[in-house]
């Protein structure tokens, strides 16, 4: 008989019949690891999410998409992440310890949906521009995202609507019907690791074969330089495939450890010491989520560029704010001609110098959309 780990709980019988008084040192670090874990996820998504929410003259190619993504990140970590690993007491209530799983499941399906469908989405508007105006336009993405939020959301509930109800006395994580629950599980691994490395590997491959294809038709046009031109297209070409190969690599070493620990030990008989590299590669294929704006906020030129403005004032802020706080308080001393004096001196400078951000901000409203830094 094929004995079951829930996705999102390693040691389960350990964890649900431990009291408050019975957490051990190990227990409270770990606690704290995943506290660690949710409040990074939160800071990420939230900057990514700001920037893409309030710059909204931002074009970024697969924008509502990335919005989507980062508010799935925000709830896996709020709603899960949080009250499931940091705060575990949350998981003593025997209704909770049946839906903090089922729900932890449906955002994890939800933020890899998203992953291939923004490579989908990249792969269009690189490889059949014309394509992407006519078919990729809001409503089709706002549809489609719709459709993906109902079905991640709805399909993890589909055991506790049927062969393992919700129990609202105790955790009971016995499965009368094992055949059951492993076509669920098998089902549910291969839509959201197995389908997303397939789309994503798929996706990028064809952007970067179009890219070498076009190969021939630049040294066509720059034909008066052709050794510059050729070298330059080396380097482009060659910094696309880094990132694509980054984007897939990260996501494949963070998801499939996890993975194969899992399904390896679904056939065969559970050590501790088996427990406890499951614990360990779940929690680095749960912090995923964490990491994930970061890639796509430094591969994104224009999300990257608005980060480095945005550090910049916060640091101009700082600096203000321990240099010219003490001229404000001597300022009490200063005569109002000479204020006036300062105030008619600064006015002159500001009409006779434009401001360079002014100029950068205007200027890059006719920039294209970019995917990847040049």
């Excluded at 964890?15 to 227990?27: C, F, L, P, Q």
């Excluded at 996890?258 to 590669?281: D, G, M, P, S």
């Excluded at 994104?300 to 945005?310: A, D, F, P, Q, S």
Aim: charged letters at 15%; aromatic letters at 12%; hydrophobic letters at 50%.
């Amino acid at each position: 008989m094929m004995l079951t780990i829930n996705i999102s709980a390693t040691s389960i019988a350990t964890v649900t019949a431990k009291s408050r008084n019975e957490i051990t040192t190990g227990d409270k670090i770990a606690h704290v690891m995943w506290g660690l874990i949710a409040l990074l996820t939160v800071v990420t998504n939230s900057i990514l999410l700001y920037i893409l929410i309030k710059k909204r003259n931002l074009r970024v190619v697969s924008k509502s998409i990335l919005i989507s993504m980062a508010i799935a990140s925000l709830l896996f970590a709020v709603f899960y992440i949080l009250p499931r690993w940091g705060i575990p007491y949350f998981y003593l209530n025997p209704i909770l310890c049946h839906i903090l799983p089922a729900l932890g499941q449906s955002f994890i399906l939800t933020i890899n949906f998203h992953v291939w469908i923004i490579a989908v989405d990249r792969y269009i508007f690189i490889v059949h521009p014309q394509r992407h105006r006519a078919h990729c336009t809001k409503t089709t993405i706002r549809t489609t995202l719709a459709v993906v939020w109902i079905v991640t959301l709805i399909m993890p509930f589909v055991p506790l609507m049927t062969y393992s109800p919700i129990n609202s006395e105790h955790c009971n994580y016995i499965v009368q019907d094992n055949l059951s629950n492993a076509v669920f599980y098998l089902t549910y691994f291969i839509l959201f690791f197995f389908v997303p490395v397939v789309i994503v590997t798929v996706a990028y491959c064809g952007i970067l074969i179009m890219l070498y294809s076009r190969k021939k038709h630049y040294n066509q046009q720059l034909i008066m330089d052709r050794n510059a031109s050729v070298h330059k297209h080396h380097i482009k070409n060659g910094r696309t495939l880094v990132h694509m190969l980054i984007l897939i690599g990260v996501f494949v070493v963070f998801w499939l450890p996890f993975v194969l620990i899992f399904l390896i030990l679904q056939l065969r008989t559970k050590t501790e010491i088996q427990l406890q590299a499951l614990k360990v590669t779940q929690f680095i294929a749960f912090s995923y989520p964490a990491f994930n704006p970061v890639l796509y906020s430094y591969f994104t030129l224009k999300i990257r560029k608005e980060l480095v403005v945005m550090f910049g004032q916060c640091m101009n802020k700082l600096h203000c704010q321990t240099i010219c706080i003490p001229c404000c308080r001597s300022t009490s001393s200063i005569s109002p001609e000479q204020h006036m004096q300062r105030y008619n001196s600064a006015a002159g400078r500001i009409i006779d110098v434009k401001h360079q951000s002014t100029v950068a901000e205007n200027s890059s409203l006719f920039e294209d959309d970019d995917i990847l830094p040049s």
